[in-house]
Structure formats: structure tokens, C-alpha cells
């Protein structure tokens, strides 16, 4: 899409936290989750942040604040999850995107003819339970990362990192969507088998190289039939919007089993999501040139290089992890940063990773979640888990009260944000993927 009136930093919004400073939510952003009122007997509902409240949606429809095609996305939003609305298509929720943004506008005409209608329609955040934003069905984790593939590869090769395959093909394995959890769950350290000792046999344990991954989750919104792969010059369509997407990993119960068929047991005890989904059209001021391939790395295959994917199919994104850790808590003390990775890094496109995936005629459904992969990058701090940041948890991370960790530690709480900015445009915010770490059973 075309940058329009939604995007102008000048608009402001007569919810007045939305101009809070560093605020993720404002006026120009928009994004969509599934909330329901704390201690109400009553389902779940679609609704859109702004600042620190949440526009009910469905009470938009009944109050006829939409018309036209934005009210017919907007009657999709009375249902607990968002896969409705992610069917209709890019028009109708950018529909209803602009629909909501003239409602909030400190201006609009619609909020001064219908007094109290803030008491109405905006729920504060601090008054809501956020779940999780759509059903979904499947869910398949990429590898998109060159610094990220060749972090792992050379702790296992140190003179090959990178597989020949890595550069021709967006290397990715399907998930468990079953124990994907919404941001402030907590997640209990699993168990499984560990093999550490070559001369004895494997033993069941609960994980002790428990790890974080920085992720990127692509929501998609239109499916494709089976046996019709999408070109990547209609990819865009297909996708609904991102999310932060922490990818918990068992390290040490990862080496003995992945081997030959990639993870398993070690991922899908939990993945973390953000509740709210930021569309394309949010992102649209903020995309950015494909990552640039040195001289000697080979040219996409042509299903998955087109010009203007290239120019503008990556997406300027800032990602931080946050520790806090339980004595921190203890102390009230705030979470530190320990990684800041840019999205910018990532050797494939989001386009390019929706065009492989159905380039086998494999069919996308409304609501599948597709994650990025670790986001790393060059330098020790833009790396996005902690075998990375550790190298394999023989150089610990120091932290500020005197602690050190290699691997996470029971108690522990992971803490992801992420945030687009350039000038001329407003800041705009993920909100947080969050997860405490419990003991084993």
C-alpha cells in the first residue's frame, strides 16, 4: 500500500494517552488483538489499542460509528479471535483501520455528536485480559538470519558455519501451535532427554541451558487454496500483520534429539507471543531494502526475487530483550537490555518467506503464524538468545546486581519490545512478549 492520511505524525488523537511520549500505540498505529473486561462473564471480543485503552470494536458497530465495507469488517470483531476478519483481505481491515483512526482523530466530527461516546466504545487496558489474537492452526518457525545461522553453525563448524543450502533456500520446520501462549504466561521448565556424556547413556532431567529466541511472528491473513502456490508479487496480500514471538528453546535437550529431523520436544513446550497484531499498513513508513548480498553469494532462484521486493521488502524494526531476574524483582529493581537486534539483518524478506512456503502448493490458512527466526546481527550485542550472547554459556553475561547468567534460571523473566522510528513519521510500538520461567514439575 501507498503511505495516506493514517500515517501523517501531525494527526493526534482526542485519547489523549496516545501522545504520551514513547508511546507504542499511537494514533497512527492501530493494532488489532482479542481482549475481554477482567471479572465480566462475557466472550471475548476483537479490539484495537490506542495509548492506554483498547476501542471495543463490536460497540463501534452498535453505536453506527462504521459504515460500508469498514462496518462489515467491523462486524467480524464481535468473535473471540481475529481469523474472520484476517479472511476478508488487505481492503477491509485497511478499511477499518482508517474507519477507527477518523473516529479517534481529536477532531472527528463523529466523537463531538455523540457525547460520552468515549465511556462507550474504549476499554482501559489495565481493566483487560489479552488473549490470544486468532486460532491458530499451524505454525511454522523460519531460520531467516544469516549472523544467527552462522552463530550456531560455528559453534558446531567452525571452518563451515553456513550449510550450502542456506543461501538458496529459506530454511524453516513446522511448529507445535498448540502450546503457543499469549505474552505474560508463565512457562515451565521442561524436561527431557539430555545426553552430555558420550560415554553413558542419555537420562531424563529438566532442561538446565533453557534459552530465549528473538522472533518476529507473521500472521497470515488471506489462505491460498491447496496446490496454488502465491507469487511473491501477491505475497504481501496474504499477510495480515507481525508480532513479537519468543521461541523458548532447551539446548541442551535440542543437541541430543535434533539430529536427523530438526526440533522437537525442545521448542514445543512453549512459544510466547505479543497480544497485538501490527498491520502492514502501520508498517508501511518504515520498510526498508531486502538485506544487500555480498559479492559472491548467489541471486534468489526466480520465484523469490522480484525488483521491488528487494528495494522495499524488509521492515526497519528495533528489538530489544529485557532480563529480570527474581532477586531483581525482589528489589524492585527494572529489567536490564541485553541484546538490541535490527530487523533490517534478516537475509530473507517476509514476502520471500510466504512464497517458499507455498511454492510447493502447500496451503496458508487465516490465522497461521509464521515466525522470522532468531533476529541477530554482527555484533555481540544485536544477538537475539543467549547462546549466542554466552557462546554456548562459557562467556556468562554480568549483570548489573552482581548476578551472571549463561542459560536462563528459574524465577527468570524475558522480557521483548520493539519499535519502529524515522523521522517525519510517528513512533510506533509491538507492546511486550513477556514470560517468567517456573520450576520444573
Known amino acids: 500500500m501507498a ?109 463531538h455528536d455523540h457525547p460520552g461516546i468515549a465511556r462507550r466504545v474504549l476499554v482501559p487496558m489495565y481493566e483487560a485480559e489479552l488473549r490470544l489474537p486468532a486460532v491458530i492452526g499451524d505454525y511454522t518457525d523460519f531460520y531467516a538470519s544469516i549472523d544467527h545461522a552462522r552463530n550456531i553453525g560455528g559453534m558446531f563448524r567452525p571452518n563451515d558455519p553456513l550449510l550450502p543450502n542456506y543461501k538458496y533456500v529459506p530454511i524453516g520446520y513446522h511448529g507445535r501451535a498448540s502450546s503457543i501462549v499469549p505474552s505474560d504466561t508463565h512457562v515451565r521448565r521442561p524436561r527431557g532427554q539430555i545426553h552430555d556424556d558420550p560415554d553413558e547413556p542419555p537420562f531424563t532431567a529438566p532442561t538446565k541451558r533453557l534459552d530465549y529466541e528473538l522472533e518476529l511472528g507473521i500472521f497470515i491473513g488471506t489462505g491460498n487454496a491447496l496446490g496454488s502456490p502465491v507469487p511473491i508479487i501477491d505475497a504481501d496480500r496474504h499477510i495480515f500483520g507481525c508480532c513479537l514471538l519468543n521461541d523458548w528453546s532447551a539446548r541442551d535437550i535440542q543437541s541430543w534429539e535434533y ?34 548480498r555480498p559479492d559472491g553469494d548467489p541471486a534468489p532462484l526466480p520465484y523469490l526475487l522480484w525488483d521491488v521486493d528487494q528495494r522495499r521488502g524488509g521492515f526497519d524494526i528495533r528489538l530489544d530483550v529485557y532480563l529480570r531476574t527474581a532477586v531483581m524483582r525482589q528489589r524492585r ?72 547468567r549463561s542459560f536462563l534460571e528459574d524465577g527468570d523473566e524475558v522480557i521483548m519490545r520493539a519499535f519502529c522510528e524515522r523521522p517525519g513519521f510517528a513512533r510506533i510500538g509491538f507492546g511486550e512478549c513477556s514470560g517468567m520461567i517456573v520450576p520444573a514439575l
Open 3 to 111: 503511505l495516506n492520511e493514517t500515517h501523517r505524525v501531525e494527526v493526534t488523537s482526542w485519547v489523549e494517552s496516545a501522545q504520551t511520549p514513547g508511546s507504542d500505540f499511537p494514533i497512527q498505529n492501530l493494532p488489532f488483538g482479542v481482549f475481554r473486561r477482567t471479572g465480566r462473564h462475557e466472550p471475548p471480543r476483537v479490539g484495537v489499542a490506542i495509548g492506554d485503552q483498547i476501542v471495543d470494536v463490536a460497540a463501534c458497530v452498535d453505536e453506527g460509528l462504521l459504515s460500508g465495507v469498514s462496518l462489515e469488517a467491523g462486524e467480524r470483531c464481535r468473535l473471540p479471535q481475529l481469523n474472520d476478519l484476517m479472511a476478508l483481505g488487505p481492503e477491509p481491515t485497511s478499511a477499518l483501520r482508517r474507519a477507527l483512526g477518523d473516529l479517534l482523530r481529536v477532531d472527528s466530527a463523529a466523537y
Open 333 to 404: 529493581q527494572d529489567p536490564i537490555r541485553i541484546s538490541r537486534g535490527r530487523f533490517t539483518s534478516m537475509y530473507w524478506t517476509i514476502a520471500q518467506l510466504v512464497t517458499h512456503h507455498t511454492s510447493n502448493g502447500c496451503n496458508l490458512r487465516p490465522g497461521d503464524l509464521l515466525g522470522s527466526g532468531t533476529i541477530s546481527g554482527p555484533d555481540p550485542d544485536s544477538r537475539g538468545s543467549l547462546i549466542e550472547r554466552t557462546s554456548r554459556g562459557r562467556e556468562p553475561i554480568r549483570l548489573p546486581n552482581g548476578e551472571s
Open 259 to 292: 539430529q536427523p529431523l530438526g526440533p522437537f520436544l525442545a521448542k514445543s513446550f512453549a512459544t510466547t507471543i505479543s497480544p497485538w497484531i501490527v498491520t502492514l499498513d502501520a508498517l508501511e513508513p518504515f520498510r526498508a531494502p531486502a538485506y544487500v
